[in-house]
């Protein structure tokens, strides 16, 4: 009769972690696609160096083979329609997405042969073809970066949340500062409030600096308290304190709806710019076999 | 939407739903003049819910034919059972085949019917079709049983050339090695499962034609807090019967024989701490921000003496080692571990005296087995291998690797079986699953993406489907109830009435009570008390559909996961 291990069992907490068993298993998905997606691409560069050597019609081949891979990028969106149907989670077509659209930037210079075409319809094609390339780059490093920097902030708000959350901050700040001039009999404070932090709390502020992570708002908090604590007792001094720590959360919150609005909005590029790709690639599609 | 008009309904009530219609009052006389009945003094029960009530309302009798499964064990169950007449048997050992227990799959709806529903799911919030309250007793008579008879090897449990009829008057005896026991009229079971919240211990057989009381647990837990036989009755029973079915089942046990187990039983303590309704005193803890270990009692400590091996039956344990000014969690105990083995093995190997290396509190509650030291130097460890490592090695372990572990054993969610965990470095805020969750369930979404955190892991506020589902304590219907497989919690919308008794059970908030809705837009009111009628909601897995939680299936990043707890210590650490 051998004993229930259970310590043994129990100091697998403390093993070190290359990841869970689902990041794992995502990463050797990830790398088998890029494999295929590599191996693919190799196939069709021979294909279009031969193509063009014997005169084939290489460009409809690349046209055919970007326009499918085209649909199966924007095929995502449905997926996570159709959730209920069995085709895997999620996460696995978002890897697909991922590839397919490393792949569709190669081939489509592969098929245009150029930058920038001369056609006008061409141009507009191009045009939502590199502005949903770009904000996916975009969106990519966004989702990279931010949630982490969510994290650093310290406390976790939704997003749909974050105005009545700042409303109750704006209220808190203003019963400070008028609780500050009925002790303090002076309107010092109240008067810098309205000068100063009356702008800061009115809505979200410094959004661009958050994205970019440069803490100026940081700065312009603690010059505004330095500014005015010559001019202070040691009780307004106390209250100004205060009102910084609720400039502070407030900040935070900032931060929160600069972020996460940014994780948000860089889709309303993407997604649009995706569909109208798609459509001009049908009638595109359509116009080469009636002419061609 | 006009919500100037609404739609009059009367509250519902805990007996609008009666566990079965067809009991008359001629039923409920003959019951009550059984002798299990006619002790019991029916003047201390409320007016709004007599002991004729609770008969006719909680109870149902039932009829089963020899060979009938009456109770599965692994089934989780909300009732009791007290035999009326007939012969029932109860299978100790071993466990019946997987295929004979005749497990009725999970009814998953068709993926077309789901897509129609989410493409034409109303844009009205908690809308209900009111024309189906009411109606939602369950026919007996045409539920299907699964039976011994159903074997497809009759061979293995009867033994060969035995005749089977369907009109047979007495089901012959099972061969070797199945051993079983007649439980004879008047004896009560399933008890252990409908109070204890936990899986059914045995399989229960009809041997002859019998009648059954089947008691919801609401009926069981009124009956034994009015009478006190009742009460004594069951809580001894209780006991005998954790004693009897957990022992064996121990993992540290299960390679002694029928005859050692016996001596062991015979000198084994039960032992209870902490309360099965510690929910209440966790939220209130929380609320006063109180510590986690201050509201914990305390079982043993470092450095006393031990006297006897504590197996755990039910609840949870917490293992701490004096760290600093403080008491560090090495590792928390479910049912199935045991504790103190290290130290007494110690002291069997060298006859010296030793102490506990580390301390034992309790997480809500905890159930024991104490098998005094003699026995286990008599019985138990000679034929025991030495353990490979010592549980206080843990405390080696940089600090920073347990803090998630102490965090959610402090939260308590180490009662999770489906735990929602978002790994807040991977989400991107997208609500993807928010959107899933609400377009598979009528536009409705059963949780919220915000909840506790710790650095990179949050646990979302969604019903974590728990080990020990304190939200079903008080339920006056059986609304709120666990699949009788899987052990899923769901709420069944038809009987609940809307007392909010398990949104303010559920430590974790993560019951919520809403306002329904009429197809039309109409707001559902009680006429008398002009209030709207509210109705509990909560994460059901999305146990009828056949892909499963829609949450996790639709996040794009993996970020969310619904795991047992044992996988969220195992692969949750805080990030670099």
Redo the contacts between chains.
Sequence with gaps: ????????S?????AP?AG????RE?AVKFLGLIIFAVLAWIAITIFVWLGRRNLWAVSHITGYVLFVVVLGLVF?KAR???????LG???D??LLHFVLGALSLPLYFQHTGTFWPQGRYEQFIALFFYTASVSAIVGII??RI???R??DLGS????ERIPTELANLREEAEALVLQAVRETNSDTVGRYYAESFQWFFKKPRFVLSHLLGTGRSLGWIQMRVKVLDRFLNQTEREYMHKLEAIAMRKNGLDAHYAM?GA??LW?FVHVPSAILLVLLACWHLIVVNIYS | MNTQQSLRMERPRRWDAPFDPAMTDKDVDALMERPEFAAIDASRFPAAAPLRGILQNDCRIVEYKPGDIIVREGDYGNSAFLILSGAVRVVISPSLPQQVLGRAPEKKRKAWSVLRDMLTYPRIPEVRDTSLYGTSATDIAHLHRASLLDATDKAALFGAGVNLTADMESLPPLVEPYKTALLPSGTLFGEIAALGRVKRSATVYAETTCKVLELRWQALRDIKNRDDAWRDKIEQVYRANLLKTQLPEHPLLKGLDAETLKKIADQTLFETYGSFEWNVDFKAGNKQNRRASEMEQQVLREGDYPDGLLLVIGGFGRVTVGLGNGDRTLTYLREGDHFGLDELFDAWKSGENKVYETSLSVLGYLQLLRIPYPVLADLVFPKLIEPAGRLIDAAARPIEDDAFMEWAVDQRFINGTKTMLIDMEKCVRCDDCVVACAETHNGNPKFIRNGPTLDNWMVANSCMHCVDPVCLIGCPTGAIHRTLSGGTVIINDLTCIGCGTCVNACPYENIRLVPIREKSGQQVIDPVSHQPIMKATKCDLCSSLPSGPSCENACAHGALQRIDLQTLIKTARIGA
């Excluded at chain 1, 129990?10 to 403390?14: C, D, I, P, T, V």
């Excluded at chain 1, 869970?20 to 990041?23: D, G, I, R």
Aim: aromatic letters at 10%; proline letters at 9%; zero cysteines.
């Design positions: 009769m051998t004993v229930q291990d259970q310590t043994s129990k100091q697998e907490f403390s972690l869970t068993p689902m990041a995502q995502l996570k329609r159709l959730l209920v149907l069995p989670p999620v996460r077509w978002l966004f989702q931010y949630p982490r969510l994290i976790q708000v939704i997003y996460q994780l948000k889709l």
